[in-house]
């Protein structure tokens, strides 16, 4: 892929195993110029070296569940940049109890944190975008499987992650016209931080392993193929998709 010239954001990297540092390789061995951003003081230790290896040109605190930290992120790229190409939304939570538990018995507030910071946070992301967008550009986030069929153990990100899909199909439709593209990028069972909160997670890539018609399970770098993809010009026609990168699981009854 060719993304010389372009400027993204990514937001959601933990660590050098997480689903957003291997799209921002795969953005960066492109030739496109990032912005990253890192949830708190104690993730600003790991993010901090991958940002230099990424040659980053911006590295900034994000925790969408603290006012103005977003728009403060958007405000320096508005004043660094003046524009932005693409932007990757990958960051959900829900609080613990909630998520080990049924969604039946999940909490009010467990289930409102879960949609603020997984769902509506790509909404705020996509309205801060959208003005810096002025020659089209390219929002992606990362679902899962789960968000389509019950997945075991997914429990309450099932319905969230569903509503996340939804949010893709409606926001591609709303910014079509401004030469916006909207994508969920739905990989396969990945051993990342945010994954190893679910409850018997080990047995879900067993099954995705076993299942698959590949057999094989996905890697960061397989994400970041993709994503660099869809974030070129390459992709320019292709809007609203949810996008499986899963070795085939998705296809399996």
Known sequence: MNLHGKKGLVVGIANEHSIAY??????RAAGAELALTYLNEQAEAHVRPLAQALDSALLLPCDVRVAGQLEAVFARL????????????????????????????CSAEGFALAMDVTCHSFLRMARLAAPLMTDGGCLLTVSFYGAEKVVAHYNLMGPVKAA??????????????QGI?????????????????LDRFDELLDLARARAPEHVLVSIDDVGAL???????AARRLTGNVEYIDAGYHVMG
């Open 22 to 27: 291997g799209c921002a390789r795969a953005f």
């Open 164 to 177: 996340l899909e939804a949010s893709v199909r409606t926001l591609a439709a709303e910014l079509g016209a």
């Open 227 to 233: 994503a660099a993809f869809l974030v070129s010009d």
């Open 78 to 105: 508005g004043a660094h940049w003046g524009k932005l190409d693409f932007l990757l939304h990958a960051i959900a939570y829900a609080p613990r109890d909630d998520l080990h538990g049924r969604l039946l018995d």
């Open 181 to 197: 593209r909207v994508h969920a990028l739905s990989p396969g069972p990945l051993k990342t931080r945010a994954a190893s909160g």
